[in-house]
């Protein structure tokens, strides 16, 4: 099944905006023999608002490893995340982003509590507040929306701090091709006497490169996961203001998790480290282009892009209103012939949409596709086998051709450190 799975990576497209490919250096450390040592607690004790590295909070013997291991990886993070590390905290033991954002909720807010977070159907995420997330069940949580021209509304997202005085307001997306003005909403946060949040789980690697405004220092907590366009392992990452660090501390461990897996923190340390260099940087900077390319491309050719334009990583197609012969009756359907083709994304809702499972959209991103190498040109060739397999959906043998031109394609970008 392994083999299987390598087979299918090296010979179809991967456009799912969270999916990427992690270097062989961050496999290796998942494999390593880090996996089998427990380290409950932290390598350091909080002391009058400072940590203090040379005491150890450990719980199990035999830690002198895994010590140096955490520290190392929690300072790459502060230098990789924050504008001043000394100010600034870092927890590198959530298991995965969910996990992240609701030991951010759980540290700062008693159930029932209200905090602003933006809507499921706009482009928001299951922990946002969604009324079938333990988000929505345990909290008050009061959703904003997009506007007309699906920008998200700062002045309807005022209106609702001002109205429910929320203790927190979470910003972020999982479907939102445009950048955040995160100052604008640390004002709002601030007028409210909230704590603002900003998961930045999609756009970690733009934030940090200077692609996209970064959420420090108007945020009070950045969460984001690892294993997106920063190439890492799955796993989630909690930075803050250091005066909220022993909140988040007691809330990761022992309030949600036991022991953190070592062997992810030490590929989340190889890829903080691989995200500091220059050819990370310039790697940033294509995805956005090829992001842009691919949407100008499908846009000239009928597709209906929510927004009309992506100013990061990813663009949210409406299928069911496109034009020319793009149109389908929904994501499900179309997502699933696109496979047939080798191109693989994945249905998403937008605004409107009232059956999740079979939604309007499919969203497209091109962090995977920039890592093994693709530019302009290849993202022009990628719109038009889009442009084929949606206009051949019905049709199998159209969609077998696609995909051996796909498999064709790949065998020059595939080898490598990343496949």
Not at 40 to 51: A, D, I, L, Q, V
Not at 380 to 388: C, E, N, P, T
């Amino acid at each position: 099944m392994m083999d299987a799975e390598s087979i299918r990576q090296k010979s179809t497209l991967a456009l799912i905006p969270s999916e990427n490919y992690s270097s062989m250096a961050v496999r290796l450390a998942l494999a390593s023999s880090f996996t089998n040592k427990y380290a409950e607690g932290y390598p350091y004790f909080w002391e009058n608002g400072e940590r203090s590295m040379q005491k150890n909070g450990r719980y199990y013997r035999g830690q002198a490893n895994t010590n140096a291991l955490e520290r190392l990886a929690i300072e790459r993070a502060l230098k990789l995340f924050t504008p001043n590390p000394q100010a600034y905290h870092a927890n590198v033991q959530p298991l995965s982003g969910s996990p992240a954002n609701l030991a951010v909720l759980h540290a700062f807010l008693k159930p029932g509590d209200t905090f602003l977070g933006l809507s499921l159907d706009y482009g928001g995420h299951l922990t946002h507040g969604h009324h079938v997330n333990m988000t929505g069940a345990s909290y008050r949580a009061v959703s904003y929306r997009l506007n007309v021209d699906y920008e998200l509304d700062y002045d309807e997202i005022r209106e609702l701090a001002r109205l429910h005085s929320p203790k927190l307001i979470i910003c972020g997306a999982t479907a939102y091709p445009l950048q955040i003005d995160f100052q604008r909403l640390g004002e709002i946060a601030k007028e409210a006497g909230a704590l603002l949040v900003a998961d930045i789980a999609h756009i970690c690697g733009l934030c940090v490169t200077g692609h996209h405004p970064h959420p420090f220092p108007h945020a009070d907590i950045v969460t984001t996961t690892t294993h997106k366009m920063l190439r890492g392992p799955r796993a989630g990452l909690i930075l803050c203001k250091k005066e909220l660090g022993p909140a988040i501390d007691q809330a990761v461990f022992p309030g949600l998790q036991g022991g953190p897996h070592m062997n992810t923190v030490a590929a989340m340390a190889i890829a903080f480290r691989e995200a500091m260099s220059g050819e990370y940087k310039q790697y940033a900077g294509q995805i956005v282009r090829n992001a842009k390319t691919l949407a100008e491309h499908l846009q000239a050719e009928g597709f209906r892009l929510m927004g009309g334009r992506t100013e990061n990583h990813l663009l949210l197609l409406d299928i069911v209103h496109s034009d020319n012969g793009l149109a389908a009756k929904d994501g499900h359907w179309l997502s699933f012939r696109w496979e047939r083709a080798g191109i693989i994304a994945n249905k998403n809702a937008v605004p409107g949409d009232k059956k999740p499972w079979y939604p309007s959209g499919i969203r497209l991103g091109t962090p995977a596709v920039t890592t093994l190498g693709m530019k302009e040109a290849e993202m022009r060739q990628i719109g038009d086998w889009i442009v084929r397999a949606t206009q051949g959906a019905d049709n199998d043998a159209e969609l077998e051709q696609i995909r051996k031109e796909i498999a064709t394609m790949m065998e020059r970008f595939a080898p490598g450190q990343f496949v």
